[in-house]
């Protein structure tokens, strides 16, 4: 068998750090990584060409039966990185097969992200994905939940909290934005985390600073890519933000509400759609932001398509505490240049760029799964173009969040779901534009797994309601 340049490369990583072990990684259907170490003395031609069948699918939620558990893991040669934090150690991420020589596993998020670049191609179009991903770093998270009877609760310690000072500078409630050290507490912590995904992970980074929030709030931006590679980008920053957060002694998430009262964490995804070397968004005699028939055609696709998007790009029961008035979060269906109260906004940073034109969907929140996120803003994109979707006209100069209930109607306005239920019964009533990519058996168990999560998260009494209603 020819080693293609890729496993060469692959090769020659493992070889020069003398590399005793690999880390194969692989995303489950919620969007959590998962991880098998073996030994780099395997990854030879034909353990890349075969991979290698350690899998048992049925442990793994939403993958299999336990009649059906046997998975092949074939590494992806590209990925091939030294784990700065562990001595001797490459990482690479796996495409999931079925075992028998079945092919690829049809609930392997990475495989409908996959399928979603070839049926774009099929089309004559390239998509590129520049996602924004916030996140926080705590100094130590204390949860009781040991046994919900008996009580539950949770505490959060931040040096750059108001309620929590060890005697330095503190970050109000949304005063986060762009401070400068020594207020910013964090910015070394940050540095090194860009500082890893620059050097060791490839990255092209372009910001990091802190976000709106207090106690930690950040953000990380790297350049935009395509849409496979900027879903393995996402799940690699969460990787490494996570590992430097911890070898600092703290803990970062990426959940979208940690605290009441302040900013959530969102992850705004950049989203642009070109067919050969023309950017199909742009155009320079466009009347309003000089955003093409199509380009609005990929807005009324997703405006169509958002409350069904809503399950996929904000996945959890938390992501719609964040998903409410005042705290720079979409709720409503509409679009406008410049203005980050629509859920679609058109940026208007450089006028006269076709290279920079390109539209920001405001929904999506860092605890998503981006294979699949990606994909389904795709899907509706390209619906929207496919069958010439009116967006209706954008909302110039307002603030969405400031308008009547009567204002909003009059001007077509809808909203996104207001909670994981309703987003589910959405995707359940509009997923035919998911269609061309989605397998069925993935939509099925992923709606499955999330219909139990709303089930148990509301069968669980909240610190909240014993303060409002023991005296009831």
């Known amino acids: 068998m020819k080693q293609s340049d890729s496993i060469k490369a692959a090769i020659k990583t493992i070889k020069s750090i003398k590399a005793m072990w690999v880390d194969m990684q692989f995303t489950d259907i919620l969007g959590r990584l998962h991880h098998i170490t073996l030994p780099a003395s395997q990854f030879d031609n034909e353990g890349f060409g075969n991979g290698f069948g350690k899998l048992d699918g049925s442990s793994i939620q939403g993958f299999a ?25 490459v990482r690479m991420i796996a495409q999931v097969y079925k075992g028998s020589g079945e092919g690829r596993f049809e609930r392997d998020p990475r495989w409908i992200a996959e399928k979603a670049e070839a049926y774009q191609r099929e089309l004559g179009y390239t998509s590129f994905f520049g996602p924004e991903p916030e996140f926080f770093i705590f100094d130590s998270v204390n949860v009781q939940a040991a046994h919900p009877s008996s009580g539950t609760g949770y505490q959060i310690h931040s040096r750059e909290a108001p309620w929590d000072s060890d005697g330095g500078f503190i970050i109000r409630h949304k005063e986060g934005y ?38 930690g709030q950040s953000e990380i931006n790297f350049r935009f890519s395509t849409l496979v590679d900027a879903a393995d980008k996402i799940q690699t920053l969460k990787y490494v933000v996570r590992n430097i957060a911890n070898k ?30 023309r950017n199909i968004m742009y155009d320079r005699s466009g009347v309003y932001a000089e955003i093409s028939r199509e380009g609005k055609f990929m807005v009324g696709g997703l405006l169509k398509h958002a409350r069904a998007l809503s399950a996929i790009v904000s996945p959890t029961v938390n992501s719609y505490r964040r998903l409410i008035p005042g705290y720079e979060a979409p709720v409503y269906l509409a679009w406008s240049k410049s203005n980050r ?9 450089f006028k006269g760029s076709e290279k920079a034109k390109r539209l920001e969907y405001r929904a999506p929140d860092p605890s998503c ?23 209706g006209e954008p909302v110039v100069d307002e603030n969405i969040w400031h308008m009547s209930k009567d204002r ?65």
Not at 178 to 205: N, Q
């Open 178 to 215: 762009y401070p400068a050290e020594p207020i910013d507490r964090l910015s070394s912590v940050r540095r090194e985390m860009i500082t890893c995904l620059k050097s060791d992970f490839g990255f092209e980074i372009e910001a990091a600073h802190h976000e709106v929030a207090t106690a």
């Open 341 to 349: 109260s629509a859920v679609v906004r058109i940026p208007t940073y």
């Open 248 to 277: 600092n002694g703290m803990l970062a998430t990426f959940m979208p509400k940690p605290m009441f009262g302040d900013n959530g964490t969102g992850m705004h995804t950049h989203f642009s759609i070109w067919k050969g070397s």
């Open 65 to 89: 039966e336990i009649y059906e558990s046997d998975m092949v893991l074939v590494p992806v040669p590209e990925s091939a990185r030294r784990i700065p934090w562990s001595d001797g150690t």
């Open 369 to 391: 799964n981006p294979y699949l996120a990606f994909s389904a803003i795709l899907m509706a994109g390209l619906d929207g173009i496919k069958n010439k979707i009116d967006p």
């Open 408 to 472: 909003r109607k009059e001007m077509g306005i809808g909203e996104l779901p207001r909670n994981l239920d309703d987003a589910l019964d959405a995707l359940e009533e509009d997923s035919s534009f998911l269609k061309p990519v989605f397998d069925k058996s993935l939509l099925d168990t992923y709606i499955e797994i999330k219909r139990e999560e709303c089930k148990s998260m509301a069968a669980h009494p909240h610190p909240m309601e014993i303060y409002r209603y023991l005296d009831s």
